[in-house]
């Protein structure tokens, strides 16, 4: 049974206090006049508390609680990448409609399973790929769409981060560096090239001890011939860009994917004869992406959308690793020992 529809803004709960959500995600909800911040859960109470006084909502002990709540819409969930596709599942049985932290599942397998209860309930559920809110990528889609670099022939995306120091605080456990870092260029190069992409190649990187992958690329075709070349990991010199290349130009957006709300970007525009630099207006994407999947729930329509972009994502990922390395099956839902600050991820 779909949760039924009500007037005024979007309750929402949030399973977990993980760093993305103090320091990016719960000031967004706080500040979207479309949401309203009822609760915050932890493990542990005083976790809880600490967390919600300073965004001036309740605290509960633990997450089952959480879901158990009459006054919650829907769930924000920060919970380490193995526990995202359980968590999903788990809130959408409870009637709440679900906003999930990149990647929403480790393969294609669990983010059919969260698809399905989303389906059989009319929920939502949406991946937080939040860069795709900032209105930076409009532009870049605009300028393509009129023809700034001619016929498009190639997309470049990368994101690598340093490596962090041992003991760091405020860390995250990191399930795998395509599952954490690679989805963001994955998902660059089908916004630009679209879907359908065949996987032309793939390498991985895997540490020797735990066998999780540190790093890798990829070289990816579309039916319409445009290539895209995809790089990703961390122990590296800090990357977040992507590059267009046409027949006629070129364009580079540096800070593609973790733009600071501040940060005014810049989109370089290589011609024959010119060089150009266009600066945009700061955008708040996390606040942008709090307010589309609150306008979703509100509006009862689009869900599909949603629902199919994460099953693509998943199915491309999953033929990456598997180009890199035949036979090998999805994450399974092990932590690794790596551990990233994610502030590395969302300065």
Known sequence: ?????????????????ADIAVRRMLPALSSQPLVDLVAVASRGLDRAREVAGRFGCEAVEGYARLLARPDIDAVYIPLPTALHAEWAVRALESGKHVLCEKPCATGPREAAQVVRAARERGLLVMESLMFLHHRQHARVRELVRDGAIGRLREVTAVFGIPAAPRGAAGEGHALSSLLETGVYPVRAARLFAGDGLEVVGAALTLDPESGRDLAGSALLRSPSGVHARLGFGWDRFYRCTYELWGSEGR???ERAFTTPDAHPPVLRLERQSSVEELTLAPDRQFVNIA??????????TGFEEYADDILRQAALVDRIR??????????????????IPLELYHP
């Open 1 to 17: 049974m779909s949760a039924e529809a009500r007037p005024g803004p979007v309750r929402v709960g949030v399973l977990g206090c």
């Open 251 to 253: 364009l580079t957006l």
């Open 291 to 300: 307010g589309v999947f609150a306008r979703t729930v509100a509006n009862g």
């Open 322 to 339: 598997r180009a890199a390395a035949p036979g090998s099956r999805s994450g399974t839902g092990e932590q690794s020992r790596h551990r």
